[in-house]
């Protein structure tokens, strides 16, 4: 039993997810920013007992959370959660992603943060900052509202968390080689001892977002269709409800993935 997966315009998702709440066919969604998920998460939970639907609407369909969360294994308590996206202009996808884009930013130019426990949405002008990325220089970016920023904070418990996107020319593209993608990870709390413990890496694929993306959507669907563990229960799920994020880095660095860890922390 095929799953049903939506990317598509918010005036169309109803259709794709009553589709498959009326066959029981479990559903994925990738394309529901935070400000237009409402109506998605209200028909999930009026027919919760229909099928289950994963909303994996994060940046590259949960990948960069699943990263995140298995770097957070280190740590007995996460204070502080940051990530910072550097994508290539020639890498934003093809019509239905820029169509998204294009949908959110006409809707609000805000950014949402986890601030001192609170969620809350910041002004253009403090949600804009810089992406560090590997060869020491920076991308202009933002804050934006994604479903990131609430997994994280509450996955972790992390009082403050922050998801950075910026687009631009990356440094391997400057360097003449394929435009590639950078995530940036941030995170500060403290280790199994009670003493303070901060950790900094970059992950990087050479072939820039669409191989993310695409093995964040087939562990999503794997998960779905109880090819990895039991198929999950009828009603709303996230990525990282359902993926191991340990099993997520190996699928990661099967198809490329490079990690770097960096001592220090330019932004802080």
């Not at 418990?157 to 950078?182: L, M, Q, W, Y």
């Amino acid at each position: 039993m095929l799953p049903t997966i939506r990317s598509v315009s918010a005036e169309t998702a109803s259709w794709a997810l009553h589709y498959a709440q009326d066959r029981g066919l479990p559903y994925l969604s990738i394309s529901s920013g935070l400000l237009d998920i409402g109506p998605e998460i209200i028909a999930g939970a009026q027919r919760s007992s229909a099928a289950p639907v994963l909303v994996a609407s994060h940046l590259m369909a949960g990948i960069v959370v699943l990263a995140a969360l298995d770097s957070a294994r280190e740590f007995d308590r996460v204070d502080t959660v940051r990530a910072g996206v550097a994508l290539d202009d020639t890498d934003t996808g093809g019509p239905a992603g820029i169509a998204d884009l294009e949908r959110w930013s006409a809707v609000t130019s805000a950014g949402l943060v986890r601030r001192d426990g609170v969620f809350t949405w910041l002004a253009e002008a403090d949600a804009r900052a810089d992406v560090p990325t590997l060869d020491g220089t920076a991308l202009p970016g933002q804050s934006i509202p994604v479903l990131d920023v609430p997994s994280l904070a509450l996955a972790t418990g992390a009082p403050n968390v922050r998801v950075d996107f910026a687009v631009g020319e990356t440094p391997s593209r400057r360097r003449g080689e394929p435009a590639s993608i950078e995530i940036r990870i941030d995170l500060a709390g403290t280790d199994r001892t009670g003493e303070p413990l901060a950790r900094t890496q970059h992950l990087v694929h050479r072939e820039g977002q669409r191989p993310l993306t695409a093995l964040g959507i087939a562990l999503g669907v794997e998960r779905l269709l109880g090819l990895r563990g039991d198929r999950p229960a009828p009603g709303i799920h996230t990525p990282e409800a359902l993926v191991d994020p340990a099993y997520a880095v190996e699928r990661l660095n099967e198809i490329g993935v490079v990690w770097h860890r960096v001592s220090g922390d330019p932004r802080r």
